[in-house]
């Protein structure tokens, strides 16, 4: 199946699908994380670094990069359930970490959360590491 599918940067045309996509692979996310919220935001910031996965036409997955000039930083990963071990999630991942390396980032950092066993058995089944760390956050005002 591998060579039917095709990433490809993130187009205006695709919003609808990358929601319903969102919409069915996070169903648990927090208000802040609104997908069209979250859209209109990325395309602000290194807009070619937001990758789009297709079978034909039919979008099935996504994953957003962002490079700070220190660490690269991965999320939105996504599969859709039907494609799940076919790849996708591979496919996303090397072309977020191709362009990450193309402009110099040496580490790249991602977040998954502790009970998606999943998630993390597919990184480390491609060379991700758990670190010894704790991840802090802190929700700033924003006119989203």
Request: glycine letters at 8%; a negative charge.
């Amino acid at each position: 199946m591998e060579n039917s599918l095709q990433v490809r940067p993130f187009e205006p045309s695709d919003e609808g699908d990358v929601v319903s996509l969102w919409e069915l692979t996070f169903p648990d996310e927090p208000p802040w994380n609104e997908s069209r919220a979250l859209i209109r935001q990325k395309l602000t910031t290194q807009p070619e670094l937001f990758f789009v996965c297709l079978d034909a036409n039919r979008l099935i997955g996504t994953a957003i990069a962002g490079y700070d000039g220190v660490r690269g930083w991965v999320h939105k990963v996504a599969s859709h359930p039907d494609y799940r071990g076919q790849g996708v999630g591979r496919l996303l991942m090397d072309a977020a970490e191709r362009a990450l390396t193309e402009r110099g980032c040496v580490k790249l950092n991602l977040q998954v959360r502790a009970q998606n066993d999943p998630a993390a058995g597919f990184y480390a089944s491609i060379g991700y590491d758990t670190e010894d760390r704790i991840s802090m956050s802190k929700h700033l005002e924003s006119d989203r």
